[in-house]
């Protein structure tokens, strides 16, 4: 297959995958938390971190909305948490995974239409991809708001690279690659055809195969060599 069409649409996800924060999700939910009374210590704020933990790759509005309750709640939870994690963010602490560069340079050189996605809001995104130098290294970069407010586990983000880019014919031409499990699920509820989980992120191999990886890569740099294989050896 020669025709430009025919090459993979690859969408990657940020933190975890091509970005490393440091756990600064957390230290911003803190920070949050502490913003809606709830503190440090005690049972509400461990059992409120636990599920933060265990949704990594969710749209954090919507996390927030599950933990606080109201709308209003929410929004100010996440109001301060984009702010907390921006803070951080301008100081220096996030770098990229080892490669992460390199891996999208090489696959855009290759032909592949490479975006960007995240759970987190545009305002968020933009102060990373800023912090990094990143503002055109990929094709696009899309945040829930750009996928009509869902974000994973959902499948919108990997649909909307499909329709906004035009890169494939067949969403089964897409690969997926990302650090948590709602990654997996998004990308296979998409249809992609390849859902490749990494393991420089929040979840582990386990998690990452039940929730539909179809590859487990140790890293994002693992991804060029895994798209330039036969189909036949794509195991």
């Not at 509400?44 to 933060?52: P, Q, T, W």
């Not at 997926?176 to 929040?202: F, Q």
Request: overall charge negative; proline content about 4%; hydrophobic content about 40%.
């Amino acid at each position: 297959m020669t025709d430009s069409k025919s090459r993979n649409l690859v969408v990657l996800d940020m933190a975890g995958t091509t970005v490393a924060d440091g756990g600064l999700v957390e230290r911003a939910f803190e920070r949050a938390a502490a913003h809606l009374g709830v503190e440090p210590g005690t049972p509400g704020h461990a059992e409120k971190l636990r599920y933060v933990r265990d949704t990594m790759g969710e749209s954090k509005i919507s996390v927030f909305r599950h933990l606080f309750g109201t709308e209003e709640r929410a929004r100010r939870a996440n109001t301060a948490f984009e702010q907390a994690y921006a803070e951080l963010v301008d100081g220096g602490l996030v770098t990229p995974v080892p490669g992460a560069r390199e891996t999208i340079e090489a696959l855009r050189a290759d032909g592949h239409t490479v975006v960007l996605t995240t759970g987190f809001a545009r305002v968020t995104q933009d102060a990373i991809l800023d912090a990094l130098g990143w503002r055109d290294l990929a094709d696009l970069t899309l945040c829930p708001a750009d996928a009509g407010g869902r974000g994973r586990p959902y499948p919108d983000l990997v649909l909307a690279a499909f329709l906004r880019t035009g890169a494939v014919d067949d969403v089964r031409e897409t690969a997926v690659a990302g650090d948590t499990a709602y990654d997996m699920l998004s990308g296979r509820r998409a249809g992609a055809g390849i859902v490749a989980g990494v393991l420089t992120g929040a979840h582990d191999r386990t998690a990452l195969t039940a929730h539909g990886a179809t590859h487990v890569l140790d890293s994002v740099a693992g991804l060029p060599a895994l798209l330039a294989a036969p189909r036949t050896e794509r195991s």
